[in-house]
């Protein structure tokens, strides 16, 4: 049965780092892109990252761009997020899903229609 199971979340003060890893299980791993999303109170779930089944393309959400970066170990099944310069607009439960193989592995996208397979998620929360 696939699996995702999401870790490393916490309470960060601003400007601080978190790392969250996604620990697969279930299925053919290194075939598959990964995802992380997030959803705050209120707020629809939205895109943060995603990577592709080796590792060779990513892609940010541009509220990210530049302090996040996404990374995967396929010999750990495991796909990591380094969250850096947190702020308090971070804020959320973060999700890792895996991307329906149907879509092309390279043209990644953030649209959660595209995920088929999601985690329990993680709470981070960025606060002094």
């Known amino acids: 049965q696939l699996q995702l199971v999401e870790s490393g979340g916490g309470l960060v003060q601003p400007g601080g780092s978190l790392r969250l890893s996604c620990a697969a299980s279930g299925f053919t791993f290194n075939y598959r892109a990964i995802g992380w999303f997030r959803q705050a109170p209120g707020k629809e779930r939205e895109g943060v990252s995603c990577i592709s089944s080796s590792g060779g393309t990513t892609k940010y959400a541009d509220s990210v761009k530049g302090r996040f970066t996404i990374s995967r170990d396929n010999a750990k099944n495991t796909v990591y997020l380094q969250m850096n310069s947190l702020k308090p607009e971070d804020t959320a439960v973060y999700y890792c899903?895996?991307?329906?193989?149907?879509?092309?592995?390279?043209?990644?996208?953030?649209?959660?229609?595209?995920?088929?397979?999601w985690g329990q998620g993680t709470q981070v929360t960025v606060s002094s």
């Open positions: 899903a895996a991307r329906d193989p149907n879509y092309v592995d390279f043209q990644l996208g953030l649209g959660d229609y595209e995920y088929d397979n």
